[in-house]
């Protein structure tokens, strides 16, 4: 991370330490923060994924959509653009077919017990049980202590 921009982002969360705001209140001071970030160094996905996610906190569907695809453009091999975006859609509750792609798109990337476990969830919004399924059984596979995995897929085995 280049120095100048370390220091703007080590400033804001000082400031939000320090000062005790309501959520929405550092959510906004935050947006405008990495949106300087992003105009300064527009190349940088780093600075699109946070502001994303700072969008998507504030509801901002389309903003944050619009982070995510840039990361996914600044970034094509990065993980985290694709991964970003299906969280996104999913937990808005839109676009899930393209949610799953995107999921599979991130596990493809970087295969991981997170990965595979947002594609399993993609794919059980998408009503794909079978595609769900295995997707939990990888992500529990890659990280077999993980509770969160175990819980999914024994409730998947349960449904019929």
């Not at 000082?14 to 923060?33: D, H, W």
């Not at 946070?50 to 970034?75: D, P, S, T």
């Not at 798109?105 to 009503?127: F, I, M, N, Q, V």
């Amino acid at each position: 991370m280049p120095r100048k921009e370390r220091c703007a982002v080590c400033r804001w969360s000082a400031r939000q330490s320090r000062e005790p705001k309501e959520p929405a209140a550092g959510i906004t001071e935050g947006i405008k923060v990495f949106e300087g970030l992003v105009a300064e160094q527009p190349e940088n996905g780093l600075n699109h994924v946070f502001l994303g996610r700072l969008q998507a906190r504030r509801q901002n569907f389309e903003a944050a959509e619009r982070a995510f695809a840039k990361v996914q453009e600044l970034a094509p091999q990065w993980a985290e653009g694709y991964r970003a975006m299906a969280e996104l859609y999913l937990r808005a509750d839109r676009k899930t077919d393209k949610a799953c792609l995107l999921a599979g798109k991130a596990a493809d990337l970087e295969p991981s017990g997170t990965h595979y476990y947002l594609l399993a969830l993609a794919r059980l919004k998408s009503k794909d049980r079978p595609g769900s399924l295995e997707a939990a059984q990888r992500a529990l596979a890659l990280s077999p202590k993980e509770k969160r995995y175990q819980q999914l897929l024994e409730q998947l085995a349960k449904q019929p």
